[in-house]
T-cell receptor
């Protein structure tokens, strides 16, 4: 059974640009969550999508957005990038009502210059 | 005060040692308690999962939850160099709410 796949693996952008990250969940998992991981703040919850609807949202500015498609694949977008957005962005999938058992991808390492 | 506090370490132990990792939390509504292991340049992987208070054992790993003290622990027996990783505690109120993570403890097991 294939795991959670995130693309791209690495990304370098400059301030003011926008970026789109992609996540393919484990087959059969309908919930996709996104986390930002930095050395200073650790893992912080961005948002969760279930059946194409945002179910939970973390405390991040509106520049961070996401969506989920009918096949459960998800994308997150960050507009007007800032230096502080440099981080590892992790996607995780879970079965219905199973957020206590998240399965993570390897992440997208974003560097903003 | 952060919702979940975890000593970041780093922690360095000799092979075969017993390792104790801990987290404290402030939200009494947390019901699910997890430990994740994260190797360098990888995403976290679920190691142990406990619902409410009590102990759970899986091979060399034991997770303990003390809700009265708002304190959780992970014990690793007979530690191996392959256990060298960052260990993250995580908690949630229900299966439909987001996980709240500690910052992680970096562990090195020296052969």
């Amino acid at each position: 059974k294939a795991g959670v796949t995130q693309t791209p693996r690495y990304l370098i952008k400059t301030r003011g640009q926008q970026v789109t990250l992609s996540c393919s969940p484990i087959s059969g998992h309908r919930s996709v969550s996104w986390y930002q991981q930095t050395p200073g703040q650790g893992l912080q919850f961005l948002f969760e999508y279930f059946s194409e609807t945002q179910r939970n949202k973390g405390n991040f500015p509106g520049r961070f957005s996401g969506r989920q498609f009918s096949n459960s694949r998800s994308e997150m977008n960050v507009s007007t990038l800032e230096l502080g957005d440099s981080a590892l962005y992790l996607c995780a999938s879970s079965s219905v009502g199973g957020n206590e058992k998240l399965f993570f991808g390897s992440g997208t390492q974003l560097s903003v210059l | 005060q952060k919702e979940v506090e975890q000593d970041p370490g780093p922690l360095s132990v000799p092979e075969g040692a017993i390792v104790s990792l801990n987290c404290t939390y402030s939200n009494s509504a947390f019901q699910y308690f997890m430990w994740y292991r994260q190797y360098s340049r990888k995403g976290p992987e679920l190691l142990m999962y406990t619902y409410s208070s009590g102990n759970k054992e899986d091979g060399r790993f034991t997770a303990q939850v003390d809700k009265s003290s708002k304190y959780i622990s992970l014990f690793i027996r007979d530690s191996q160099p392959s256990d060298s990783a960052t260990y993250l505690c995580a908690m949630s109120e229900s299966g439909n709410t987001p996980l709240v993570f500690g910052k992680g403890t970096r562990l090195s097991v020296i052969a």
